[in-house]
């Protein structure tokens, strides 16, 4: 042991590099953000600490509209994600344990759960896009609505996107984070052995959903806590989206953050900073609020757990399987009409379909699409590359010298996803331009890295500790060391999830917008930076296109990560 | 009575057992043995109504002349042991019976019956504790007072003494045995040790 010891020592430094890529921008990004935000910025005139920055920014008249706004459509989205995730869950578990079900409902419940893994995979921005096209007064919705019932040969005066109250924002971010979460759910059940407490349940006079949330809720939400918070934050601090669905006057914090950066007075990137700063209050401090509330409505609901009212939830759990259908409908609908849109010559309103069906929105823009379709597979497959050796280097480091990664290091990797990324990206561009490194693709793969790295370690870190201990070993004892053993056994084994990780790592790569505007520096141009800078125009031919192919690429790279494996492995029954 | 009636298991057009016929009366226990995969713990996930949906099933179950078969798994008032314990951690000692405890039985009364039961099973002033801080033993004892407290009409038995050292096993055996008959409550038992069929003194099925 003392001599593959040493031969895997080297194995430290990838988790110190780890850490260290990690922090290094966050940290950095921090500062950057904080010294303007009090009045610190040479280059445009600011040479001293105080709070005056502030004190202007408390009397813009559009921010308490805003701040109010973002909180709002922030913990609303959440709170509903969170409740249909927990409610579906519950469903799916009564489902798949209990011979009870009516078998009709089972078949439609496997779709919706197919229907689920290629969701969490599609970029926020383009399923904001499809809802539009469906929600729109002169939408999808509408137009069946009319053309079938009432007649209107105009489109109805009502505002269903951008409304003033952040509805459609908060509906769009349900959309996207409703089977994220409930995901994150159903990979937790197993660890607290959900299904042999179902059976006790119901076994003393519990029905299947009511034995759900009274005994697997209170189990697995401890399980699921980084990936709310992670919601929560994400909502708070959501730019696309709130770009293509939210409001515009005022828009959300941090919309406004991003205008008033691209103003040409460069005196309001005090302002920037300030409200970066105050939008890393508001989310530390919502999140503070939301755990706060956890405790609360514990209390609340501990003596509910134990009072012995038995009761069947059947409305209840009818009500939720309605509404999650709806939901993950809207969500497939959404994508249809983004590629309809992208297949249409003539789409007049009130027709239900295209008048004339072309390529021709495809040709034109078949130069300026192979040129961003490029860029972002190359950041994409960087970073995925980069994302898969460091957290393989992490979790061998963690297994041979039996260095666990800590609690205090998961965190360290959620970190990213809960600061808001307005917040350090501000800060991290304020010093990339100090140091003549922004706009450098090493920067773009950098910045996109730090939120692929948690979610490749996420994916990949329990099947890789979950792998049977005693394969290593036994290939050890064979005479292999740990480098072969790596490549010949670990690998091989675990090439499925290796490569399932991979490509929610590139669909996170692919989704990112912000670090993309931010660290590109205007330089590099992705399908998500091109998808909601047409989102602005009126042309919706051209935004199904680049949407569209937007929502393809993690698709297609998802597609890949599950066939390949199948087919390699077609004659080795254990492993497909 | 439980009355199993022609009951077989089919999965993948293959039967497990020949079709079973047992007549469990009140305060007897009846005891099934066979090797692993003959299909015990299946035979009572089908009793309990929790069997996969990918066994197929005929045949009658009826618990005092109420056929149960199409009932779901909490209408069907069967208690179930486990080989685990499986006490929900997210509850107190005492908050796990007052989780069995029908809701009729209000306020005082509640704690007074969970204090009475915990007595029963020499646990008496335990009921604010965590379960995770009990004895293999202990856990066992909660466990069969949390099913007998939701009041079933019979009771299976899931090889609960397996996981159990051999001094407390016979101690644990008696226990359920002599609770089920006080109870009386007909009582199926699923084991692969002999001994445990020889305690318990009924009909012995194998299968």
Known sequence: MGATLRSVNYLSVFQRLTQLLLLLPIAAGLLGAFFPAFGYFPEIGGNQLNIDVFRELLKQPALPHSVRLTIFSGITATLISLCFALALAAMFSQVEYSSQSKLKFNRLFLMMRRGLIPLIAVPHAAMALGLVFLIAPSGWLIRWVSFSLMGWDTPPELISVQDPLGLSLIFGLVLKETPYLLLMILAALPQIRAAEYLRIGQSLGYGAFRSWLKLILPQVYPLIRLPVFAVLAFSLSVVDVSLILGPTTPPTLSVLILRWLDNPDLSMRFFASAGAILLLGITLGSLLFWRIAEWFVLNKFRKWLTNGKRGSDNEAATAVFVSGFFLITTAFLSLLALAFWSLSLRWPYPHVLPQTWTFRNWERHWNSLQETAMTTLEVGILTVVLALILVVACLENEQWRRARFSIRSEWLLYLPLLIPQATFLLGVQILAVRFELDGTFLLLVWSHLLFVLPYVFLTLADPWRKLDRRYPIIAQCLGASPLQILFRVKLPLLLKPLLVAAAIGFAVSVAQYLPTIFAGGGRFSTLTTEAVSYAAGADRRVIGVYGFLQALFPWLALLLALSVPRWLYRNRADLS | ?207
Do not use: Y
């Not at chain 2, 007897?28 to 099933?57: I, Y």
């Not at chain 2, 045995?177 to 699923?190: C, I, Q």
């Open chain 2, 1 to 207: 009575m439980l009355k199993l009636e022609n009951i077989s298991l089919i999965i993948n057009s293959k039967a497990l057992f020949t079709a079973l016929n047992i007549e469990v009366h009140a305060g007897q226990v009846t005891t099934v043995m066979g090797p692993s995969g003959s299909g015990k713990s299946s035979l009572l996930a089908h009793l309990c109504g929790t069997l996969a949906p990918v066994f197929q099933t005929s045949g009658k179950i009826s618990l005092h002349d109420r056929v149960i078969n199409n009932l779901p798994p909490e209408a069907r008032k069967i208690g179930i042991l486990f080989q685990d314990d499986l006490l929900f951690p997210h509850l107190s000692v005492g908050e796990n019976l007052a989780f069995a405890l029908p809701a009729i039985i209000k306020h005082r009364e509640r704690k007074n019956i969970i204090e009475q039961a915990l007595q029963e099973i020499e646990l008496s002033g335990m009921s604010e504790r965590d379960p995770a801080g009990l004895s293999g033993g202990q856990r066992a004892r909660v466990a069969l007072m949390r099913t007998l407290l939701a009041e079933p009409q019979a009771l299976l038995l899931d090889e609960p003494f397996s996981k159990l050292d051999l001094e407390l096993r016979g101690r644990f055996r008696e226990l359920v045995f002599s609770h089920a008959e006080k109870n009386n409550l007909p009582v199926l038992l699923v084991t692969h040790d002999p001994a445990d069929a020889k305690a318990a003194g009924g009909p012995i099925i194998t299968l």
